[in-house]
């Protein structure tokens, strides 16, 4: 495949969204919260995941999906420190969302090791990069946070800031109340604070009628 002719296939939202609300419903039968994708990555689809020094540093990826739709490489000190904990659920979501919805542009190439998949990446036109990453982004988002989920949340957020008398601040500067709670917002889905301001603007949750 010619990488400068590559034209990432046009998917509706609704759809990127639907395709990650039946994996959740079909592989994560548990119905709690955070959704355990690893667990779905290793034990439901069979998927390797293969722990790689260095693969940060030298790269600048922190995982990515083998060529052969067979696993997943991740960087092995973001895999075993706790700390990294949202951002490899987070990332390991984002590569099912490739595995999912890009099935047919894995298909059209082969690589073996990270530098090669980092060349590929690099030789496609911009604008079809990032629409191919936006994809993957946007499934990862809606597979870990269901959006009846995030509504509960925003509710008992809604209602601690009516106790703390916070209405007509939250009339005047949404987006900066929106930050103050996005920490609570995040913490059940297991997701950075950056993923859940994101679901909520996407999810046009924000600003709420109050």
Not at 96 to 110: Q, R, T, W
Not at 165 to 190: C, E, H
Not at 192 to 202: F, M
């Amino acid at each position: 495949m010619n990488q400068a002719e590559f034209r990432c296939k046009w998917l509706r939202l609704e759809d990127i969204w639907d395709c990650a609300e039946e994996v959740r419903t079909r592989y994560w039968s548990a119905e709690k919260l955070p959704v355990d994708v690893e667990a779905i990555v290793e034990f439901k689809l069979k998927l390797d995941i293969d722990p790689e020094n260095n693969l940060m540093q030298n790269t600048d990826m922190e995982a990515y999906l083998r060529s052969d739709l067979r696993g997943i490489v991740v960087d092995h000190d973001h895999y075993m420190n706790e700390k990294f904990v949202n951002r490899m659920r987070f990332s390991f979501a984002h590569e099912l969302g490739h595995f999912f919805l890009h099935k047919d542009f894995y298909a059209m190439i082969v690589f073996e090791s990270a530098e090669e998949w980092k060349d590929i990446l690099l030789s496609l036109p911009d604008t079809e990069y990032r629409y191919f990453e936006y994809q993957a982004n946007e499934f990862a988002g809606r597979l870990l946070v269901p959006r009846e989920d995030l509504v509960h949340e925003i509710e008992n957020a809604l209602k601690l800031l009516e106790l703390n008398n916070m209405p007509a601040y939250l009339k005047a500067d949404p987006n900066a109340v929106l930050s103050l709670i996005s920490t609570q917002l995040s913490r059940p889905f297991g997701v950075s604070t950056d993923v859940i301001e994101r679901r909520v603007e996407r999810e046009k949750l924000w600003p709420p009628d109050v």
